[in-house]
């Protein structure tokens, strides 16, 4: 039999109790989870208080879980007397008895259909489907999909919020510095997103306040910042690019700045549209042409609102122009697409606002901000094509985004076991009965 992680064991004894059949002991006494407990996950038992019937008695008292029985003695619980309270030993191989640091015996439960449960478990680590449990998840019933679903999105939110705080705290102008480092990495899409939030850090947001009455000092400022300008001028390939040149070298020996070490900005199996030098000349006029744009994107109601403020046109030379001092092309006004736009919606927007209510303790605005991602189309990638390509409805980016959860803290690492589609894929007719128990 595969060796199953313990991990597997915490997640079906939570559910044990609603499935169908009856558990014994190996003493050959039946047990009734009248209360799994609570799910300990610091040092001590695995479950704290739960409440069992074994055989005639009710008990009080701790679960402890090893995949071997012999873990018991193996961890040192025999002499530890945090675990005198617990009053059953569940398993997955029988090899060992437990005794209490007391002296007093623990009654032990062995795991049943484990050997199923293992094979299904090993299938679905092998299968070469995505995902991986097939159409389990589009299968449930709609209410108990809907309801994980929702809890995978508060989730991602969760942990976005606590990875926002630690960079509001960093920030020099808070939450306003914050944004625009997440508005940059958005803009960078996932090939350019670590290289434009590192010029973002590298290029405070109070320099470009003071200078985005002139937007040419701006773009002067990220291009050079951006490691994009000649140190000489004079060797720039065009004029504009070397007025930028010598533009950026008043302007950072005035800001005491030098670009971060070893940029390295990709253009592989980009469009140009997204090419790096046209993002940060749009980048340069969004922070130029809205002046309270953090205010607005935490307080615009619609989606549609949200998009046109970020829908920014870079200036005149990228007409022509997708890199600094490449040939010139038929001109055509350099405006980010509604689509470009909808990912800094869901990649900065919306966690933000999250994140902003979560600090201020406002929970209508934490609600009416999920509510948003249900008026926005889901994202088209492999992750939310393979579930849809599953027979899954992903009606809005709500979905979507509990889908990308989904696959990243469950899928990928396989623990399967904590997903109500993979736990009924491992537990599909589990019979949970031993045919040698006498009531």
């Known amino acids: 039999m595969p060796r199953i992680p313990e991990e597997m064991l915490h997640a079906l004894w939570k559910q044990l109790h609603r499935l169908p059949g009856q558990l014994v002991t190996t003493e050959g006494l039946p047990v009734e989870i009248v209360h799994p407990g609570q799910h300990n996950h610091d040092a001590g038992p695995d479950f704290r208080n739960a409440t069992l019937r074994i055989g005639d008695i009710v008990w009080a008292g701790d679960v402890e879980m090893h995949v071997q029985a012999s873990d018991w003695n193996r961890h040192g ?238 200036s005149t030379y990228w007409d022509a122009h997708y890199r600094l001092g490449d040939q010139g092309h038929q001109p055509k006004p350099k405006r980010l697409g509604a689509e470009a736009a909808r990912i800094i919606i869901l990649n900065a927007v919306v966690p933000f606002r999250f994140a902003y209510a979560r600090a201020r303790g406002d929970l209508d605005q934490q609600e009416l901000t999920i509510a948003l991602l249900e008026q926005m189309p889901p994202e088209a990638n492999a992750i939310v094509n393979a579930f849809a390509n599953a027979g899954l409805p992903v009606p809005h980016a709500l979905h979507s985004q509990a889908l990308i959860q989904l696959h990243r803290e469950y899928c990928e690492p396989h623990r399967c076991y904590y997903c109500p589609a993979g736990f009924d894929v491992l537990t599909a007719d589990f019979r949970c009965v031993r045919e040698d128990i006498t009531l």
């Open 77 to 314: 619980h025999q002499t530890d007397p945090a675990y005198n309270a617990v009053v059953l030993h569940v398993v997955a191989i029988h090899d060992g008895e437990a005794i209490r640091q007391n002296g007093q015996p623990v009654s032990t439960l062995i795991i049943p259909d484990l050997e199923v449960l293992s094979s299904r478990y090993d299938a679905l680590l092998h299968s070469q489907i995505q995902p991986q449990c097939g159409h389990a998840l589009a299968q449930l019933e709609p209410y108990v999909r809907e309801s994980w679903l929702t809890r995978l999105a508060f989730t991602r939110f969760e942990q976005k919020t606590q990875r926002i705080m630690l960079d509001v705290d960093e920030c020099p102008l808070g939450w306003e510095e914050a944004f625009y480092r997440a508005v940059a990495r958005s803009l960078g899409l996932r090939v350019n997103a670590e290289p434009m939030h590192a010029l973002a850090c590298a290029t405070p947001l109070k320099a470009i306040y003071k200078l985005r009455d002139t937007p040419a000092s701006v773009e002067a400022l990220l291009f050079g910042q951006a490691g994009m300008l000649p140190t000489d001028p004079a060797s720039a390939a065009d004029d504009y690019t070397a007025e930028l040149a010598r533009e950026y070298a008043y302007q950072a020996a005035k800001f005491h700045l030098s670009p971060p070490v070893a940029i390295t900005w990709n253009h592989l199996r980009l469009r140009p549209s997204a090419f790096p030098a046209l993002r940060i000349a749009q980048l340069t006029s969004l922070l130029c042409s809205q002046t309270h744009l953090f205010s607005q994107a935490m307080t615009l109601s619609q989606v549609d609102q949200l998009i046109d403020l970020f829908r920014a046109q870079a």
